[in-house]
């Protein structure tokens, strides 16, 4: 099939396919007339590749992928380097997920402090002679 074919079926554009190929990922075969031609394998590269692009890899986080499929296996993710970008890259999304987590909390303590500082003005302003409530951002008195 051509390269225009593929990018279709694929669900990318020509151009996304011409860097994969410089990349090589993709091979980078032509016929007689100079044209790319590829078959169905090329296309089974290419939904690994967007796969694992969907859950979050890089491009070059893709090529053992690739590489494992090329060398005839039955999945890009059956050959022990493949499984240590898996390991890799679970490691990176824990260290991301405690980030998360701990920006969760500050958040969440930062909320609760402003809860009650509001409630505390809120008290005031029913107290006779207390504060009256402003809107901080210029709405007057609440």
């Known amino acids: 099939m051509r390269i225009g074919e593929l990018a279709a079926r694929a669900g990318t554009t020509t151009r996304t ?51 494992c499929l090329r060398a005839g296996h039955p999945e890009g993710d059956s ?10 890259k679970l490691g990176e999304l824990d260290t991301l997920i405690a980030e ?19 409630a505390a003005l809120a008290a005031d302003a029913a107290v006779p002679g207390g504060p009256v409530p402003e809107c901080e951002l210029g709405g007057g008195p609440r």
């Open 100 to 118: 998360l987590g701990a920006v969760r909390e500050q958040v969440g303590r930062q909320l609760a402090r402003a809860e009650a500082a509001r």
């Open 17 to 67: 396919l011409r860097y994969y190929e410089s990349r090589g990922l993709l091979p980078a075969r032509r016929n007689g007339n100079g044209h790319r031609t590829y078959d169905e394998s090329d296309l089974r590269l290419l939904r690994q590749i967007r796969t694992l692009q969907d859950f979050g890899f890089g491009l070059e986080e893709t090529r053992p992928f690739v590489e």
């Open 79 to 88: 050959c022990p380097a493949s499984l240590q970008v898996y390991r890799r």
